[in-house]
């Protein structure tokens, strides 16, 4: 069976793990790169050939490592915990098991991830995972969980989206104004937001609660942004690692803080519980905008 579709989908083998996944949307003359290995969006082009996304020139594409960049995807877990730093969803080989486009439709692949001997081992829930990913003016991707097992289990997820940005001080999100966060850098503190437009000048790593469905990240040094609209996750993560730590991150070169600012959409503060049979989906639309 291949998945392939002339002109719209290509399917690169790759000689260390999986593939590579190419979407094109003539219409809208976009184009999105996924990796099979961790269901990993690693560039979205408008037409201009640009990527909207940022990837660390280090980033390791062998399937040894997360991807540095791009959209991985946290699943079972957020962040640290008992499981391998945001769970073993962006380091997992995903399946790909359907593409689709037509003229009036977006150019969409979706892959899957269940239960195996891995995950079992270390976290002891049957389940199934798919992604879909819909290219058009826009790039949609959908996560939805499901419990095939016969107990209840709890879960994190966030699409840890990278944005590229020309200079990090000429960068604001808005609106986040009046929402509840947590500072993971000043020990888990409860603190209240109060600019309207977010502005990053040190190491940022924040997660809002019940943040607004819909922010806009503005680069202001290049007149344009980006809008995020999400939909089943609650809450949204801005991390940037600032100088310190993005030259101690092997997979980061010194200056790449400057160029990079994560805004994930994620299910986080209140993990989902999900019963048999049951199912969740948390989707994140992106937009590109001229401010
Ligand atoms: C963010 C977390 O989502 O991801 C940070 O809030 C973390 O605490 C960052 O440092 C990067 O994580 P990792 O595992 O990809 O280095």
Redesign the pocket.
């Known amino acids: 069976m291949t998945y392939e579709i002339p002109g719209a989908i290509e399917i690169t083998p790759l000689s260390d793990s999986g593939s590579k996944v190419t979407l094109f949307h003539a219409a809208s003359e976009t184009s999105v790169e996924i990796y099979t290995f961790g269901a990993t969006v690693t560039s979205w082009r408008a037409h201009t050939g640009k990527n909207s996304l940022f990837l660390s020139e280090k980033a390791d594409l062998s399937g040894a490592k997360?991807i540095?960049g791009g959209i991985?995807i946290?699943f079972p877990q957020?962040?640290?915990g008992p499981l391998p730093?945001?769970g073993f969803a962006?380091t997992s080989n995903w399946e790909l098991v359907l593409s689709e486009m037509g003229p009036h439709l977006p150019t969409t692949v979706k892959l899957k991830l269940e239960s195996n001997h891995k995950t079992l081992a270390i976290w002891p829930h049957k389940f199934r995972a798919e992604y879909t990913i819909s290219l058009d003016e826009t790039l949609r991707t959908e996560l939805e969980v499901t419990n095939t097992g016969d107990t209840d289990f709890s879960f994190q997820a966030?699409l840890?989206s990278y944005f590229s940005i020309a200079d990090i001080e000429r960068v604001a999100i808005s609106d986040l104004s009046t929402v509840t966060y947590i500072d993971?850098l000043a020990a888990l503190e409860r603190k209240i937001e109060n600019n309207s437009a977010l502005r990053i000048s040190a190491e940022t790593?924040?997660?809002y609660l019940n943040s607004p469905n819909t922010l806009i990240v503005r680069d202001e040094t290049c007149g344009t942004g980006i809008a995020i609209d999400k939909s089943g996750f609650a809450d949204t993560?801005v991390?940037n690692?600032w100088i310190e730590?993005s030259a101690g991150?092997k997979d980061l070169c010194a200056n790449d803080f400057k160029k990079l600012v994560?805004v994930?959409a994620?299910q986080i503060d209140a993990p989902v519980t999900l019963a048999p049979g049951l199912k969740w989906i948390g989707i994140q639309e992106l937009k590109r905008i001229d401010l």
């Open positions: 997360a540095r991985p946290s957020f962040a640290s730093a945001h962006r966030a840890h993971k790593d924040r997660v993560v991390w690692p730590k991150m994560c994930e994620g």
